[in-house]
């Protein structure tokens, strides 16, 4: 199960940035993929996450500001981010959840990429 994650960096508050998701064949199969960020001394949060059926559910502070969509044929995971704030500053990772036989689910990590929004 692999994730590559991409498009981190640095914009001023109110700009928009596009993070993309690339899993392998095996991580394209999850049950839902997403996006989850860390911020500098504070816990991972979920940010956006999307079912293999579609079914997206965002974290209460992006609703409205971030849309989270999946290219089935591309294998990719997409987090359009606008609007964004200097609290959206943070490492973003990739996310898998894989069922395993016993019924629960398997988290699977890709690297972080580096969001930077300065005010």
């Known amino acids: 199960v692999q994730l590559q994650a991409s498009g981190g960096g640095l914009v001023q508050t109110g700009g928009s940035l596009r993070l993309s998701c690339v899993a392998s064949d095996r991580a394209f199969t999850a049950r839902s993929i997403g996006w989850y960020r860390r911020a500098p001394g504070k816990q991972r949060d979920m940010v956006a996450t999307?079912?293999?059926?579609?079914?997206?559910n965002y974290g209460d502070s992006v609703k409205g500001r971030f849309t989270i969509s999946r290219d089935n044929a591309k294998k990719t995971v997409y987090l359009q981010m606008n609007s964004l704030k200097p609290e959206d500053t943070a490492v973003y990772y990739c996310?898998?959840?894989?069922?395993?036989?016993?019924?629960?689910?398997?988290?699977?990590w890709g690297q972080g990429t580096l969001v930077t929004v300065s005010s």
């Open positions: 999307i079912s293999s059926d579609g079914v997206t």
């Open positions: 996310n898998a959840k894989m069922p395993a036989p016993s019924g629960a689910l398997w988290d699977f």
